[in-house]
């Protein structure tokens, strides 16, 4: 079992083994949680500006629901919808990768510098969305990161038409 510090690094660098390690390992979903949570703190600080102090908290809740639902719907999607013959895997081992994915997204601290702000935040997304991909990919045994990356989109399209269902009655009461 590695320290969170260098497992977060491991998955920065899009590493395989990390996704499988942590997928194993079923004491690191609190290690994951973690990540999650630091991420989210990172894209706030970097858009603190835009979003203040309440949207920082209210951003870090939303992540940590996110990140629950998000592993819901590629599990699955992987696993019911698109599994391959060696697909086999549970919600907490989604969850356990997913949050290591988001370890990329740390570096959105940067865009509490202005003049930085937009490019940190779109290669911290393309970053966050490779690493994703290799997690689903290891999580669910694929041999085709091709089905990884449809599970991703699949569930993210999934979870947009919730969030829009959700939040459409909350802009049209305001």
Known sequence: ??????????????????????????????????????????????????????????????ALVGWVVWAFLIYVVGTKLLPEPTTKSDLGEILRVLGFASAPGIIRALGIIQSLSGIVMLIAAVWMIAAMVVAVRQALDYQSTGRAVAVCLLGFAVQFVISILLLAPMVAAS
């Open 1 to 62: 079992m590695g320290s969170i510090v260098d497992r977060v690094i491991r998955a920065a660098r899009l590493d395989p083994s990390l996704y499988e390690e942590v997928e194993a390992d079923s004491t690191a979903t609190t290690q994951a949680a973690v990540v999650v949570v630091v991420s989210s703190l990172a894209a706030g600080l970097g858009s603190l500006f835009g979003v203040g102090l309440g949207g920082l908290v209210l951003a870090t809740a939303a």
